[in-house]
Structures are given as structure tokens and as C-alpha cells.
């Protein structure tokens, strides 16, 4: 609903109709919320909100135990849709077929996707983002870590958009193939016990086709550190608020996944783009090592890649179960947008 716009007016039992998957409201006093879109991707899982579902949740939002953020209050505001009617004026004010049709027009995926104003905002929604952002400068840092809700356009050329996005089957079914292929090659290689380490030393050394499940396991865990150094030390940089160039680098590494966390065409990383570093941790592996130990290593990184990859967007859209590992996971990835992230620059300044 745009902030110029009058607020809609619904009965009790109205908003009491509405406690199904497929249309679930909530209130925070007199205002009611259309959450329906928000069901499969909150991090408690949708049947806390369903057992609320018309009922006042201000309480639940304060906490305990989970007192939620100023991050997240504004991301609730997206499905905003109107107002409870307490005193029985709404029939004069508005119609049931008016009430009806602002329903179907809230619940659309592009009035829903954002509480975004278009005249206002500091960028224009309406034309790619990609060569705005440079120019927000020191507005950038708060800009980019207040999450919305809808799809964001990087590139006006079609081709250049399509190669940002990809389906999150498309990572496995690219890069597993590839897995399976390399893992018996290294393992048949191995085996013929020709591949030595430090071979023009005196002190070179068998390795032995029974270690390529350790190498694998090494291979996983070298990505698994290279990715955290990656993540913490350039996703999450700071870039200068008076370098263009560098403010729109970070927003195409990452800073548009923390702007729009749920735009699920750019949560894996597109297998085009994702060919060109891998080619070179291929190259870089193969070149240190013997060839057999360096595919090794390679391959089990490559496949390490594949479940964080999976694992990410599992805890944006996945639903695990209470008290489960991957619950608490997905609790902790979400603090990560909507709280840790703020919280982090705050101390650091």
C-alpha cells in the first residue's frame, strides 16, 4: 500500500477467514498484515505464524525469547494492507467488491514484493540498479542493509540480466557431473601409484589411492576457509563513499543479495560466472601440485562449493524442523540480515 493512499477497512470476521496457507493475516493492534507470502520463508517456520494467524502479534514481536528488529518490523510493513474496523464504519466507506479488489491487488507477487517508494527512494526502481548505486555514496552502507522484499533489476541489456540469474537446480546439476567424473579420475590415477610429492626432492613420497578420501575431505575444507575469508573480508567490506566504482563492485558481489535476501533467482551463484573463479582455483591447484593431487584437492572443493551453495539457499527458502540443526542455522543466517550485519558496522564505528 503507497503512504498516500487511504487505509482499507476490514471486520473481525473477515480477518478471522483468513487463517489458511493460502491466505494468512495478522494484526499488530488495529493494522493488518498479509503474510502470506512470508509463511515459507520465516525463520521460525510457518506454523508459528499460522497458529496466530488473526490474532494480535505484538507480543510475539516483542520478545521473549525472540525480541524481533527494527530490520525486521520494516520488512513487515511490506504486506501491510489495511486497517481493523472496530466501530462498523467501514461498509460506508468502502464496498465489498472495493474490498475485494484491493485484497487481489495487495496480494499480487509485484505489490507485495516491497513497501519501496518509487518517487522517493534514493534509487529509481523503475531502471536497473547497477550503475545507480555508485552514486549514493556515504547513503550506501545504510541503504544496502535495509532488505526489501523484491526483485531487483541489475542491467537493462537482457543478456547481461540473464547471465546475474540462475535456478538454484542449476549449481548440482552443472557442477556434480563434474564431481563424480573428477573423484574417479584422481581415484584411478592414484591407484597407479606414479604420483609423488616433492618428487624432485630427496624427500618425495608416495601418495597412495586410499588417501584421496582425505585429500577430498582437505579439498572441502580449504574452500570451506577460502569462503569465509572471501565473505568476511570482501563481501563485507566497506567500500569508500566517495569511490563509485568501488561501492558498485561490492553491490554486484553481494551487496544486492543484503538489499533483496529473498530474490531467489540470485541466491546460488550462476554457473557461468562461477566457471571463471573455478577455472582458476583449477589452474592454480594443478600447477602447485602434481596434476593427481591437485584435481584431488580441486574436486573436493568443487564439491564443497555445491553444499554451501545448497545449504544457502535451503535457509532462505527451506522449512527445518524445530530444534534441529539447520533450524538454528537458519535462525542465525537471518540474524545475519536483518541484525548482525547493523550491529557489526555500529561497533566498528
Not at 140 to 149: A, G, I, L
Not at 180 to 209: G, I, M, N, P
Not at 210 to 226: A, D, H, K, N, R
Request: proline letters at 5%.
Amino acid at each position: 500500500m503507497s503512504p498516500s493512499e487511504s487505509p482499507r477497512f476490514f471486520s473481525e470476521k473477515e480477518v478471522a477467514n483468513h487463517s489458511t496457507k493460502n491466505s494468512c493475516w495478522v494484526l499488530t493492534g488495529t493494522r493488518i498484515y498479509d503474510v502470506t507470502g512470508f509463511l515459507r520463508i520465516h525463520p521460525g517456520g510457518e506454523a508459528l505464524i499460522l497458529s496466530r494467524s488473526g490474532n494480535d502479534i505484538r507480543m510475539e514481536m516483542a520478545g521473549p525469547p525472540h525480541r524481533h528488529s527494527e530490520n525486521a518490523r520494516r520488512w513487515m510493513e511490506q504486506y501491510y494492507i489495511g486497517e481493523l474496523d472496530t466501530d462498523g464504519s467501514a461498509d460506508e466507506i468502502q464496498t465489498a467488491r472495493e474490498r475485494k479488489k484491493t485484497v487481489d491487488e495487495e496480494t499480487s507477487p509485484i505489490s507485495k514484493c516491497s513497501q519501496v517508494n518509487l518517487d522517493t527512494d534514493l534509487v529509481d526502481w523503475r531502471k536497473p540498479l547497477a550503475w545507480q548505486v555508485g552514486n549514493l555514496g556515504e547513503k550506501y552502507e545504510t541503504w544496502v542493509h535495509q532488505p526489501v522484499n523484491r526483485p531487483i533489476r541489475l542491467f537493462g541489456n537482457e543478456f547481461m540480466e540473464a547471465s546475474t540469474k540462475t535456478s538454484w537446480y542449476m549449481v548440482p546439476a552443472v557442477w556434480m557431473p563434474l564431481v563424480f567424473y573428477l573423484s574417479w579420475y584422481c581415484y584411478t590415477t592414484l591407484a597407479q601409484e606414479t604420483t609423488r610429492l616433492f618428487a624432485s626432492t630427496d624427500y618425495s613420497f608416495l601418495v597412495h589411492k586410499y588417501s584421496f578420501p582425505l585429500i577430498f575431505v582437505m579439498g572441502m575444507v580449504t574452500w570451506t576457509f577460502i569462503e569465509y575469508c572471501v565473505h568476511r573480508f570482501v563481501f563485507h567490506m566497506r567500500p569508500p563513499a566517495h569511490n563509485y566504482y568501488l561501492i558498485t563492485i561490492h553491490f554486484l558481489l553481494h551487496g544486492q543479495h543484503h538489499k533483496s535476501p529473498y530474490d531467489g533467482s540470485r541466491l546460488v551463484f550462476p554457473p557461468c560466472l562461477a566457471s571463471v573463479v573455478i577455472g582458476s582455483f583449477y589452474l592454480l591447484l594443478t600447477k602447485s601440485f602434481p596434476e593427481a593431487l591437485g584435481v584431488s584437492l580441486f574436486v573436493g572443493g568443487l564439491f564443497g562449493y555445491v553444499v554451501y551453495d545448497m545449504i544457502h539457499y535451503y535457509l532462505h527458502y527451506g522449512s527445518p524442523q524445530k530444534n534441529s540443526y539447520l533450524y538454528s542455522l537458519k535462525a542465525y543466517h537471518v540474524k545475519h540480515h536483518f541484525e548482525n550485519q547493523r550491529a557489526a558496522r555500529k561497533i566498528s564505528e
